[in-house]
């Protein structure tokens, strides 16, 4: 598929699908910071750790493959010097794709707390892989469990302007269009409904 022989209708319906952006929670169990090379992500968990929205971040995200340094491992630093306590992350940071991040992460999670007194988690994610991500999470965690998506634009491609955007990373937005259906087919997704300021 590409962008270019889109209609405005099925770019809007894209997009829309895509983005599962919500409001922050009041309070949420945890912030699940899905692996990014760009610094983007850890600044937004520092914030939200700052406001109180959640005491434990998880990082995830293994070596780069184009840039050479671990992802996790360089967002840890940005928190760590944001004076977040280091007990208060949980570090993922041998995963390659979504499916892993949330995988490996999961018994790392259980260190700290049990798996099933997880009600509510707060995605860090990019706005075309929120819907993704938080598909992922449900495939793994228990039943009733709220998501909520905090998202961001990586490298200025946004809702508004992917589709004129030649460069890879705004391919990534067809990208997970046509690789949701597959992962649910796979199983390694689980339908979300969105209810009221969240998704279930």
Request: one cysteine or more; aromatic letters at 8%; hydrophobic letters at 40%.
């Amino acid at each position: 598929m590409d962008a270019e022989n889109l209609t405005p209708e099925a770019i809007d319906r894209i997009t829309t699908y895509l983005d599962a952006t919500t409001p922050l929670p009041e309070r949420a169990v945890l912030i699940f910071v899905f692996g990014s090379r760009q610094t983007t992500p850890a600044q937004l968990a520092a914030e939200l750790y700052a406001q109180q929205i959640a005491p434990l971040i998880v990082l995830t995200g293994g070596i780069n493959r184009l840039l050479g340094f671990n992802e996790a491992e360089a967002h840890h630093a940005i928190l760590i010097e944001a004076g977040i306590p280091a007990e208060r992350i949980v570090l993922e940071n041998r995963s390659t794709n979504t499916y892993e991040n949330v995988t490996f992460a999961l018994p790392l999670i259980a260190q700290k707390l049990p798996l099933d007194s997880i009600h509510s988690v707060l995605a860090v994610c990019k706005w075309a892989h929120s819907r993704r991500a938080l598909m992922t999470l449900k495939r793994q965690l228990a039943h009733g469990v709220r998501y909520y998506a905090h998202t961001y634009a990586p490298e200025n491609i946004t809702r508004e302007n992917w589709p004129l955007n030649s460069r890879a990373d705004g391919a990534n937005v067809l990208k997970n269009w046509d690789n949701i259906p597959r992962y649910l087919e796979a199983g390694h997704l689980e339908e979300i409904i969105r209810d009221g300021d969240s998704y279930l």
